[in-house]
């Protein structure tokens, strides 16, 4: 091939043993992150924990920001914002934005969820997310969140995760009774209130009344002795069914990873590893771990909150600068996932601007549907500023858009802060089955995805 041709690179072809070492070992603690943070309560909770660790403090209102502050702002405790005040003119540099997601499809009960049938107690369910129901049926599921209590407490939630804890499920039918289903399409076979969780089958003998001889009865009766629930404090909580799975390495290489909540945990955990790792103190960095992605970035918690311009006024405050100025030079990178290329799905997938695995982090100039509706597409200029920084320190990266056009198509947090008046882009890691109880993505574009976000911030 020429020399003046385009060609992607297999960050495996070219790893030497240090390389490979580092791909490797990254992964490891990226594995613990996905396992230990599977709900944005959890992932925030983490993610703060290593700020703390890194000599991050907590931020307040009003509070002015110093040159070499390295501060956090928790959002009710499902986003996170870190901000590590830089030496530069914050007028004229800006900010660097990494702004990633840290919700993922998953099955929430909802607030009247008990009830029983036929002698099996369930709980009823609506589920949150652009998920295929079909794949959530007949797999072990953990529960977890919080609820609030009508005296103040606050119960965190994580049942399933344990070898001797109980999961959860999901009914399908069989396939001796399946016909009917079976000449339904895919999206029509599991309805969304079919998705009802199995909950206990053992009726509660002990009681005097014969009606209350229920398993639904002796299920209140268990809530109430272990964490002192009562039916009537589901009204207040926030409980959700995710995969009990935990995160492994695929294949006889070990190359990939499965797991849950790659989308969009898999550009979390580079985006502030990323920072810590970076002692540069020239840019004024944020790093975002925001909640609602994925049904819109509505919200308190989600990236179309105030919150954020918030936070970018208080710097500007802080330094006696405009926010238009320091929006007008900011830069970000919308940290979120792609569809990686999946030969047994070509028909899908553009083969020129697909997401190689294992062939670096992604950058997507555009998302949106069909003639890039719901996209911020980022200009030219921008793209090639990333270009010369991402090969000049020696990043493999690649380029790729969400299928064919007119198949389908998504959107990120990009368009959001684009509006913003700040250059954004989509980059991030290709996934294969995204949005699936199980979710696989190579660990050499994890790694690639780490390098690229460093080479930014610093």
């Known amino acids: 091939m020429s020399e003046l041709a385009y060609k992607r690179t297999n960050v495996y072809e070219i790893a030497d043993e240090k390389l490979m070492k580092e791909i490797f070992d990254y992964a490891e603690g990226y594995k613990v992150f996905l396992d230990e943070g599977k709900t944005e309560r959890e992932a925030c909770a983490w993610a703060k924990a290593q700020a703390v660790k890194n000599g991050y403090k907590p931020y307040k209102f009003g509070q002015k920001l110093n040159k070499g502050d390295k501060v956090y702002y928790d959002n009710r405790g499902k986003n996170l914002y870190l901000i590590k005040v830089g030496n530069a003119d914050v007028a004229e540099d800006g900010v660097r934005i990494i702004a990633s ?73 069989l396939p001796h009774l399946a016909q009917k289903q079976n000449a339904k399409t895919l999206g029509e076979a599991i309805e969304g209130e079919g998705l009802n969780i199995w909950l206990g089958n053992i009726p509660y003998t002990a009681a005097e009344n014969e009606k209350d001889k229920t398993v639904k009865e002796n299920l209140l009766k268990i809530l109430h002795e272990k964490y002192g629930m009562e039916e009537a404090d589901f009204l207040s909580a926030e409980l959700s069914l995710v995969p009990a799975f935990k995160a492994k390495d695929i294949g006889f290489d070990r190359a990939l990873i499965g797991a849950y909540g790659h989308d969009d945990r898999v550009c979390s ?121 991402f090969d000049d ?63 930014f911030l610093k």
């Open 393 to 455: 320190n020696g990043v493999i990266w690649q380029t790729g858009e969400l299928g064919k056009v007119d198949v389908g198509g998504g959107g990120t947090v990009a368009k959001y802060i684009a509006k913003m008046n700040i250059d954004t882009i989509d980059i991030g890691v290709g996934v294969v089955s995204m949005h699936a109880p199980y979710e696989v993505i190579s660990k050499a574009d994890l790694y690639e995805e780490y390098l690229a976000f460093r080479a």
């Open 101 to 173: 997601h840290i919700d993922s499809p998953r099955i929430d009960l909802k607030q009247v969820p008990l009830y029983e049938s036929d002698g099996i107690a369930f709980a009823k369910t609506h589920y949150y997310g652009g998920l295929r129901k079909y794949q959530w049926t007949t797999v072990p599921l953990a529960l977890h969140g919080a609820v609030a209590l009508k005296n103040g407490t606050v119960l965190n939630v994580k049942i399933g995760e344990d070898e001797n804890d109980p999961v959860f499920y999901i009914s399908d039918l």
């Open 269 to 389: 955990y580079p985006a502030f590893t990323a920072l810590f790792d970076t002692p540069t103190d020239e840019h004024t960095v944020m790093v975002v771990l925001a909640d609602k992605e994925e049904i819109g970035s509505e919200g308190t918690t989600g990236m179309q909150c105030a919150i954020f311009t918030d936070l970018i006024d208080a710097i500007a405050t802080s330094f006696n600068v405009t926010s238009a100025a320091v929006r007008a030079n900011s830069k970000c990178l919308s940290a979120d996932v792609n569809a990686a290329y999946d030969p047994n799905y070509a028909e899908v997938l553009e083969k020129l601007n697909a997401t190689y695995l294992s062939h670096g982090a992604g950058v997507t100039k555009f998302t949106g549907a069909r003639g890039k509706s719901g996209s911020s597409d980022a200009d030219a200029e921008y793209v090639g500023f990333l270009r010369k920084l």
